[in-house]
């Protein structure tokens, strides 16, 4: 089922508004729907383990460039993804699940795996959902001092999403791409009050009046 699902999705790739394309949250449904329908413990452990290779792929420059090269030959991959599994056994080597490895070789086999880190992205978002939490992240150019990041939580967890959530968890993300303000993600909404939306928007506004 994730075989299948996760090679229909290349058929229509398309940008989605936050950093996973589309595409990504495609492959993301795929894994979360064939882990919930197995049971909650493998939905469990396969969070456990993309998790992990989040982490790893960030942190380990071999692991990193692996994912982001996509003219590795056959072997090299196969080589790449025995590395990405150890890795995802962790220190107790607990054997992967068959979703996490059928999910990277399904990446790997559609030269997609530069989209992983979109895909446990939205998988995460997914789980959250479907546990009632919602994360709310705050992006901005620089850490918020604590008061502002306090008034903003006390606002935010008024907001008629939250109060249908079970829980809230509010996270600052550092993006200097993002030059001022902030831009708040939260469920499938996005207000933009970043410096580069309106220097964006400026420099829109200016190409149309040469």
Do not use: C
């Not at 919930?36 to 692991?63: F, R």
């Not at 895909?119 to 901005?140: C, D, K, Y």
């Not at 809230?168 to 030059?179: D, E, S, Y």
């Amino acid at each position: 089922m994730l075989l299948s699902s996760a090679r229909a999705a290349t058929a229509s790739a398309g940008l989605g508004r936050r950093a996973a394309s589309s595409l990504a949250l495609k492959y993301s449904n795929a894994v979360f729907n064939a882990a919930l329908h197995k049971s909650p413990q493998t939905l469990n452990k396969v969070q456990s383990e993309l998790t992990t290779l989040s982490t790893a792929i960030k942190d380990v420059p071999e692991l990193n460039a692996f994912i982001t090269n996509p003219t590795l030959s056959m072997k090299d991959r196969f080589a790449g993804l025995a590395a990405l599994y150890a890795t995802a056994e962790g220190p107790k080597k607990e054997p992967v699940s068959e979703i996490t490895k059928n999910l990277f070789h399904v990446l790997s086999e559609n030269g997609r795996l530069s989209e992983a880190q979109g895909v446990i992205e939205g998988f995460n978002e997914l789980v959250a959902q479907h546990r009632g939490e919602l994360t709310v992240t705050i992006t901005s150019a620089a850490p918020l001092p604590s008061d502002v990041q306090r008034k903003l939580e006390t606002s935010l967890k008024q907001s008629q999403a939250a109060q249908k959530a079970k829980s809230v968890k509010v996270a600052n993300k550092i993006n200097p791409a993002v030059l001022g303000g902030i831009v708040v993600d939260f469920g499938d909404k996005t207000i933009d009050l970043s410096v580069q939306s309106r220097v964006t928007r400026l420099n829109s506004l200016l190409q149309l009046s040469v």
